[in-house]
């Protein structure tokens, strides 16, 4: 193993894993709560 393609492969994978955490993020909250306004869905920001 080179320590360049060691980084590479690290690289991809927390890349992957920030892709992920953010589509379960998105999926997670269907809406966004504003304590003055009505609640703001995410396809509108």
């Given at each position: 193993?080179?320590y360049?393609?060691?980084?590479?492969?690290?690289?991809?994978?927390?890349?992957?894993?920030?892709?992920?955490?953010?589509?379960?993020?998105?999926e997670?909250?269907?809406?966004?709560?504003?304590?003055?306004?009505?609640?703001?869905a995410?396809s509108?920001?």
């Amino acid at each position: 193993w080179s320590y360049a393609r060691q980084l590479a492969l690290v690289a991809r994978n927390l890349l992957q894993a920030i892709r992920e955490h953010r589509g379960a993020a998105l999926e997670r909250a269907a809406y966004v709560g504003r304590p003055s306004l009505p609640p703001l869905a995410p396809s509108s920001r």
